[in-house]
């Protein structure tokens, strides 16, 4: 799988993030726990920035994939002084955001493949634009979630294969949802703009 994230790291794209997302999925230990990014997410609002840098350790390799994750991280290598780390974090943050929306433009005909049920509002952050409600469409052997704004507009997400894993069950907690401070700002720091 090193090859395949380091091919990935060093040019983001669809293909590239669709690999590392399978060699993810199919190790047979996977379990990406929302509850361990909404405990995360409690450690940061708690300012225990140390029990978090543990925490999120602990979550890898899991959670490569994820800019949420990342943008955590970032945030928590400010906090903690070590700009070295904090400026990897953003490079990692950027790279899996520029591969996740990549994959699709978030149409019914194109969606967003995400890795982790979180990809789909950080996607959103960075689009600028908020859920108002969810709803889980399967079609076929493949499902759907699709989140709708304010406005009425709709962004699919392909998540087949999520709902299987033991670790993608729905969290009760929405702290997962809220992203880190500046999560766009963060990623844009890093790679500048390429949306």
């Given at each position: 799988?090193?090859?395949?994230?380091?091919?990935?790291?060093?040019?983001?794209?669809?293909?590239?993030?669709?690999?590392?997302?399978?060699?993810?999925?199919?190790?047979?230990?996977?379990?990406?726990?929302?509850?361990?990014?909404?405990?995360?997410?409690?450690?940061?609002?708690?300012?225990?920035?140390?029990?978090?840098?543990?925490?999120?350790?602990?979550?890898?390799?899991?959670?490569?994939?994820?800019?949420r994750v990342h943008g955590y991280a970032a945030w928590i290598a400010e906090e903690l002084g070590d700009g070295e780390?904090?400026?990897?974090?953003?490079?990692?943050?950027?790279?899996?955001?520029?591969?996740?929306?990549?994959?699709?433009?978030?149409?019914?005909?194109?969606?967003?493949?995400?890795?982790?049920?979180?990809?789909?509002?950080?996607?959103?952050?960075?689009?600028?634009?908020?859920?108002?409600?969810?709803?889980?469409?399967?079609?076929?052997?493949?499902?759907?979630?699709?989140?709708?704004?304010?406005?009425?507009?709709?962004?699919?997400?392909?998540?087949?294969?999520?709902?299987?894993?033991?670790g993608h069950q729905r969290c009760r907690s929405r702290a997962w949802k809220h992203a880190p401070p500046s999560l766009?700002?963060?990623?844009?720091?890093?790679?500048?703009?390429?949306?």
């Amino acid at each position: 799988m090193e090859d395949i994230l380091q091919a990935f790291l060093e040019r983001p794209s669809a293909r590239g993030y669709r690999a590392v997302r399978q060699a993810l999925l199919d190790q047979p230990d996977f379990q990406a726990d929302v509850k361990a990014l909404a405990e995360v997410a409690r450690l940061c609002n708690r300012q225990a920035f140390a029990a978090a840098a543990e925490r999120i350790h602990g979550m890898m390799p899991e959670w490569l994939l994820s800019p949420r994750v990342h943008g955590y991280a970032a945030w928590i290598a400010e906090e903690l002084g070590d700009g070295e780390d904090a400026e990897l974090e953003r490079f990692l943050l950027s790279s899996c955001l520029q591969g996740l929306l990549d994959t699709g433009d978030g149409s019914q005909s194109r969606p967003f493949l995400v890795t982790y049920v979180s990809d789909q509002y950080d996607v959103l952050c960075w689009l600028g634009d908020e859920a108002a409600s969810q709803r889980l469409v399967a079609a076929g052997n493949r499902q759907f979630d699709v989140l709708t704004t304010a406005t009425g507009r709709e962004y699919w997400f392909e998540i087949s294969g999520l709902l299987d894993s033991p670790g993608h069950q729905r969290c009760r907690s929405r702290a997962w949802k809220h992203a880190p401070p500046s999560l766009r700002e963060l990623a844009l720091t890093s790679r500048g703009s390429w949306n």
